[in-house]
C-alpha cells in the first residue's frame, strides 16, 4: 500500500489519544503524550509509542502504524504495551 504519514504532531497526538485510548496497558499524560513502550510483533523492535507513525488512508481515516513503516507492516493491533520497568532491562 501507498501510505501517506501524516507529520503534523497536532493531528497524530489526536490520532494516538483516540487509537490507544481503549487499549489494554496504555496510558496517556495532561497532554496526550502516550508515555508507554511498545515492542512491534513484526520487526521485534522496542520504541516509544508515540514514535509510530500515522497513516491517512481515506478521507477520514487513518493507520496507526510501526515506526519502521512502510518497511515494517506492524500496526497499532500488533504492538505490546511494555511498562517502563520492562523496557529498561
Ligand atoms: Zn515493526
Request: proline content about 2%; hydrophobic content about 35%.
Amino acid at each position: 500500500m501507498d501510505y501517506k504519514f501524516i507529520k503534523d504532531s497536532n493531528i497524530t497526538d489526536r490520532i494516538f489519544k483516540r487509537e490507544f485510548k481503549n487499549r489494554d496497558g496504555f496510558m496517556f499524560n495532561d497532554i496526550v503524550t502516550i508515555y508507554f513502550t511498545v515492542k512491534c510483533l513484526h520487526c521485534g523492535q522496542t520504541f516509544s509509542a508515540d514514535e509510530m507513525r500515522v497513516a491517512k488512508t481515506g478521507s477520514r481515516e487513518y493507520e496507526v502504524l510501526c515506526k519502521n513503516a512502510p518497511e515494517c507492516d506492524g500496526n497499532i493491533e500488533d504492538m505490546i504495551p511494555l511498562s517502563e520497568f520492562e523496557y529498561l532491562r
